[in-house]
């Protein structure tokens, strides 16, 4: 075995996360990222390190795991969601459940549960919403709800006001009615069990970017899995769906990537 394959496998056993289910290229650009600022040569130097530094593990898995979000994430998409996704699954019930897998620091669950308190003005509405991630660290922050004025600059003053308070220190929390809608819990997406059941839609958004054709695909099918008849998939915006499993789906808005399970 090489030394890129050594390491993987105790990235496996000490990180926690499973290198073969990603692109290996993109494992090895992140891995020859810590070594560069880490200042290791070889992967032999650096498998060493890892084992022997405490804090490299959870170094190396933020490095793996990308963590890069933000509110109303492509604001177009939902724009829709909020016009025509959400008042479509209203006309039918008035509870609905979401799933936000792979949700990092929390802006895409938050931002969900905005549209959820901003439609219970015009809509009975009761919603419940499940963000997993498989990075503890970025669930901590999640379930915190505090970020700063940066992390707000697609919001607008009124939503603002509206979600969040003002902390001491010049930071804004997501108010209590807003975060009493999310569930955050540790889930990975390659275990292909869902975190939940005959949901009304499914945001995964900008994860499958780091997985092999064949975790795109399994993932596709557990979110299918995962749905009830007629529920959405909603995409990132550079994601696709793939030729084997692109028929489970019809296309609602294929350029803002959300499709409904058949
Ligand atoms: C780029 S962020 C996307 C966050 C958000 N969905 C968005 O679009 O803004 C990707 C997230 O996927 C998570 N992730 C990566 N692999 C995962 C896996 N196997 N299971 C669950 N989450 C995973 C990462 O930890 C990270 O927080």
Redesign the pocket.
């Known amino acids: 075995m090489d030394d890129f394959a050594a390491l993987n496998r105790t990235i496996e056993r000490v990180v926690g996360i499973k290198t073969s289910n990603y692109k290996e290229d993109y494992i090895r650009r992140r891995v020859l990222s810590r070594m560069r600022i880490s200042g290791n040569e070889s992967f032999a130097d650096y498998h060493k390190y890892l084992l022997s530094e405490a804090d490299e593990k959870d170094l190396l898995r933020n490095a793996l ?6 509110f109303l ?1 492509d604001p177009e998409v939902f724009s829709l969601v909020r016009q025509q996704v959400l008042p479509e699954i209203l006309k039918k019930k008035t509870r609905i459940r979401i799933w936000c ?4 620091t929390g ?2 669950a938050y931002t969900y549960a905005m549209l959820a308190r901003d439609l219970s003005f015009t809509h009975e509405i009761d919603c419940t919403i499940y963000a ?4 503890r660290k ?1 669930l901590e922050k999640a379930r915190e709800g505090v970020y700063d004025a940066r992390a707000l600059k697609n919001l607008n003053e009124r939503q603002i006001q509206r979600h969040f308070t003002r902390t001491e220190d010049g930071k804004y929390e997501a108010k209590p009615e807003l975060k009493s809608l999310i569930r955050f819990s540790h ?4 275990t292909n069990i869902p975190a939940a059941r005959f949901l009304d839609l499914v945001s995964c ?3 499958t970017i ?1 997985f092999n054709e064949k975790q795109k695909t399994d993932l596709v099918r557990m979110i299918h899995g995962s749905l009830g008849m007629g529920g959405y998939y909603v995409m ?1 915006k550079t994601e696709y769906l793939g030729r084997e499993v692109e028929d489970l789906f019809a296309p609602f808005d294929p350029i803002q990537k959300i499709f409904i399970k058949k």
């Open positions: 795991t990308i963590n890069v979000t933000e994430r897998a792979g949700c990092a802006e895409e997993t991630d498989i990075d970025v889930h990975d997406l390659m958004r900008n994860v780091y990132g």
